[in-house]
């Protein structure tokens, strides 16, 4: 799941929350069914908009089905490298890096995230992730995300070409 420190801080947290972590790699819904709490609220930030992985989720059936449908898509969840982890009571934040392989070409990915957890009887009730949702998309789709610095341009492009807007 993680490199030695962060399964060495891992190993030092309730067991509810090392429960989920499993669970989510795992992608099996039976497992996710027995972490979640039926009111669990999920947001992952980024462009909903672009790619249905991120947004927000509410309730196990919504949060599993993206789990077990939806990510599986894109990526192969692998594990996750955590670099700092704090918990407090029923509350965890957890920083690091996520690690999977794009579906389609098995290229390795590692994204940065934070991940905001609370639990309540010892099942996950709300999830909030931030990531770098620029790099993301790109090691998801492979290709470089054009910024647009002024109308009709786009930086980086060597010959000043200039789009549609």
Request: hydrophobic fraction near 45%; aromatic fraction near 10%.
């Amino acid at each position: 799941m993680t490199g030695p420190e962060g399964m060495e801080a891992l190993a030092r947290t309730p067991p509810w929350v090392r429960a989920f972590y499993d669970a989510y790699l795992s992608g099996d819904a039976l497992r996710l069914e027995a972490v979640l709490h039926d009111e669990v609220t999920w947001l992952i930030s980024g462009p909903a908009d672009w790619v249905d992985l991120f947004g927000a989720r509410r309730g196990k059936p919504e949060v599993i089905e993206l789990v077990t449908r939806i990510i599986p898509c894109y990526q192969r969840l692998t594990g996750f490298e955590f670099e700092h982890v704090l918990v407090d009571g029923d509350h965890a934040a957890m920083a690091g890096r996520l690690c999977a392989f794009q579906r389609e070409t098995m290229r390795a990915i590692r994204v940065a995230f934070a991940h905001f957890l609370q639990f309540q009887g010892g099942k996950l009730i709300a999830m909030r992730a931030v990531c770098d949702s620029f790099d993301a998309l790109e090691q998801i789709t492979g290709c470089r995300i054009a910024l647009v610095t002024e109308p009709g341009r786009v930086q980086g492009n060597a010959d000043d070409t200039v789009i549609p807007v």
